[in-house]
């Protein structure tokens, strides 16, 4: 890993000092940034896929407690990455630039108004717990295990916050590696933790002998508690990589720059405000969703969870090359070197939606088995099988929506991105999902969500090739 991290450090030299690159060195770059990338956002999905696996085998009310919130849990998760976003930006540019000491004050500064910020977030969460299921039409009976599990969720919101900030400050810098770690070991911790957490006292067989194995028996409470005590640990490591062991932004010796600047702030929020409305839009719409999935059963709410979860397991590679074509988009912006920020985009691109139509296949092909792995209910199985098949057709175009926006993120142009992305999800995908849902079911809504993000991603691909997207953020430090 060492020999790959230097290449990485070279081949990202070479942008920064205005140094020609050949076509081997920008696939090679984009594949180094990518594939840690992708590892890390893998890992977050399989420790949702395990929370789900552990509860699931609690039953359908369990599942579907959690999955009446899940979509709300995105928004505020969508917030945080927002406002992190907003200053891991304007760094990847000061970084391309070779301002590594404007760098750094960026992130003094993005420390201060992030903990603000997630702790604002935190308290609105405490304060809608207790009413949020019922807001979203859950049945009475799964009513207090959600609104358990998301106060939990909203009381540590503030660390992570400080996890999306470091693993976002690193990754603009060129550093995917350290994030993927930690993400990796996030996903261990959590599935410890879940472990001992939500099931009870039990006895295990190993090799003939019957061993007694602790646990605390809180069910859902569990695997909420263990999903955040994973956060606390991994946002604690890498906080402390980014501020003490990073070459480039460590701020050991920096002293007076954590008072917010104007000017970073304004920036900021240029780049956050779409984002973070952006989020607010999708996981609206995803709640709408929610609420027209709700009156189809707790069999429909636990099987259109479960198939989320499984269709992340396909998507995220999209989303890891997506964060690795910000980075490169970020400083090649930063180094004014226009041809080689359109070069990597379109490597960026073609290479998501090849890897995407792949996992596309495989998605379903073994829908059955990845389904099974989460409940033993047959109903679930079956129905959660049949929309994870539909959603494999739109995965090629997905991949197009989801690089092609971290490339619009990487020059700051986040404004008209989130405008596309608001108007695909409310205007075609909420409106075909209540006319299919009465006479289609759940696999209705699945039908329409299939259509939108192939509808999503010609336009993105359409902005991308027009070219009139490209400019740069302002920063005065």
């Not at 909420?430 to 079911?441: D, I, N, Q």
Request: aromatic fraction near 10%.
């Amino acid at each position: 890993m060492r020999t790959r991290v230097n290449k990485t450090d070279y081949l990202l030299s070479l942008i920064r000092e205005g140094k020609k690159m050949t076509l081997k060195q920008q696939l090679k770059l984009t594949v180094y940034l990518s594939i840690p990338a992708i590892m890390a956002q893998l890992s977050s999905i399989v420790m949702q896929y395990v929370d789900a696996s552990m509860v699931g085998s609690l039953g359908a009310n369990a599942s579907a407690s959690i999955g009446l919130v899940s979509t709300t849990t995105w928004l505020f998760w969508g917030l945080c990455a927002a406002a992190a976003t907003g200053f891991s930006v304007q760094v990847a540019h000061l970084i391309g630039a070779g301002n590594f000491a404007g760098a750094r004050k960026i992130l003094c500064q993005s420390i201060t108004a992030t903990l603000l910020f997630g702790s604002s977030l935190a308290t609105i969460g405490v304060f809608i717990s207790d009413s949020l299921p019922g807001w979203l039409g859950g049945d009475e009976i799964i009513r207090k295990d959600s609104s358990v599990y998301f106060l939990i969720f909203s009381l540590f919101l503030p660390v992570l916050q400080m996890n999306f900030l470091a693993s976002g400050m690193l990754r603009c810098s060129g550093n995917m590696y350290i994030p993927s770690i930690l993400n990796i070991l996030m996903c261990l911790l959590d599935i410890i933790f879940n472990f001992f957490l939500i099931f009870p006292k039990r006895q295990i067989e190993i090799m003939g002998l019957n061993i007694d194995i602790y646990g605390a028996g809180l069910g859902v409470k569990g695997a909420a508690l263990g999903t955040v005590l994973a956060e606390l640990v991994t946002a604690g490591g890498m906080m402390w990589y980014l501020c003490y062991r990073s070459p480039i932004l460590k701020l050991s010796g920096e002293r007076g720059h954590f008072l917010l600047q104007q000017d970073t702030l304004r920036n900021a929020v240029r780049i956050s405000f779409p984002m973070g409305f952006e989020h607010i839009a999708i996981c609206g719409a995803q709640i709408m969703t929610t609420i027209i999935v709700a009156p189809l059963g707790i069999i429909a709410i636990a099987a259109n969870s479960f198939a989320i979860i499984a269709e992340s397991l396909c998507y995220m590679p999209g989303y890891g090359i997506s964060e690795a074509a910000t980075t490169l988009v970020g400083q090649s912006l930063g180094a004014n070197r226009l041809k080689l920020l359109r070069r990597f985009a379109n490597i960026a691109v073609w290479s998501g939606i090849s890897i995407m139509g792949i996992m596309g296949v495989f998605m379903y092909i073994a829908a059955p088995q990845i389904i099974g792995v989460m409940t033993p209910i047959e109903e679930i199985r079956t129905l959660g099988t049949d929309i994870l098949r539909i959603e494999a057709f739109a995965e090629p175009m997905f991949a197009a929506a989801i690089v092609t926006y971290g490339i619009f993120v990487g020059v700051g142009n986040t404004f008209i991105p989130s405008l596309m992305n608001f108007g695909s999800i409310w205007g075609i995908r909420l409106t075909l999902a209540a006319l299919l849902a009465p006479t289609m079911g759940l696999r209705g809504v699945w039908l329409a969500m299939c259509i939108e993000l192939c509808f999503r991603g010609v336009i993105f691909l359409f902005r991308l090739w027009q070219g009139k997207w490209i400019y740069k953020v302002r920063l005065k430090i």
